[in-house]
């Protein structure tokens, strides 16, 4: 079988490809525009493996075209601008990748009698829950609240109409938060790694109460495959580990694992429209295709932060290189909101 996998540069996308080769599940055609986030330092193990396709997936030209030549069976489709806090400074870039890039993907699809089309969400898209809240379940309102999850949750519509109009074979997929090697350094944990490794002080939004269910990649990639295989068309399934853990906890853990005392921790204002928690209930792709998620948090973090310390020329180099795209978009967003007047949003 060929299976298109777009965003296979990126963080998940990359440990996904990797499992595919490893498994010899089938020949994965990449397709990653190489934004600041994709990598193909993460492929390099697999290189002989996959065909790779440098591709905007806004741009349906060239996608036509790598459609047409490759004759796809299948897509899995992770490629998206993922980062909440860029998506504040920059709603409509996230809008380009995430709402038209899918629908293009979709078009495309209905056009080359896709087979499967395996659509990646998050559970951003459900909004936020309350401390004692049950967890959110597939049948559950929409109810984004960045631009980030509200492209996201756009694109999961699109999905939605290209099943119940065209009857394309479509599967949504709506992961918690992932962690693990190959994260780009913008995202919680490799920054606070970056950060602690270097005795930097860490910035932690709000009181540090926010709380996030974390998944091991690798978990997330065997979960992504196990839907692949035995998920059923026109269904949505949430993957997460049960792994509830506030912010401050997590950042302590890293710490704890560095030999590096709280002193480093310094509180930063709360990221605008910051949700409080995300956790979500994970028994239909549990009853349905047997998947679990197999790695602890206690194991998984020891993993990540070993792996990061091996690697710290690539972490350091990310981490410089992000901070130097987000200054940029801050600046374009001052300027914007001098020129616009507009003052509600510090
Ligand atoms: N990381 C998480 O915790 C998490 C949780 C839930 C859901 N997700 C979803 O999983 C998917 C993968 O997330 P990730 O963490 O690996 O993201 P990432 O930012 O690490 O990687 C995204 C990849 O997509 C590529 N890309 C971006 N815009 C593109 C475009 N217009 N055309 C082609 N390629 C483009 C990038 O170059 C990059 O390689 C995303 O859809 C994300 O919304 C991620």
Redesign the pocket.
Known sequence: MKVIV?????????AFTRLAVRKGAFNPVC?????????LERLEQINEKITFHQ????DKTRLAEIFSAEKPQAIV???????VDRSILDPASFI???VI?TENLLELALEHRIEKFIH?????VYGELSAGEEKFRETGCLLPNSP?SAS?ASADMFVRAFRKTYGLPVTTI??????GPW??PE?LIPLVIAKALRGEKIPMYGKGENIRTW?FVED?AEAVMSVLEAGRQGETYNIGSNEEKMNRDVISAILRLLGKGEELITFVADRPGHDFRYAVDTCKIEKETGWKPRVRFEEGIERTVQWYRQMSDWLFKKEAEAKAFTEQLRGRFEEMKTRKGFSSFS
């Open positions: 777009t965003g296979a540069a990126g963080f998940i996308g990359s397709i990653d525009a190489l934004s600041y986030a994709g990598d591709a905007d997936i806004a489709h992770f490629a998206a601008e993922t980062h380009r990748a995430n890039g990646i969400s998050t559970d951003e980030y996201k709506r992961p918690s938060n992932n962690y994260q780009y995202k998944l997330c």
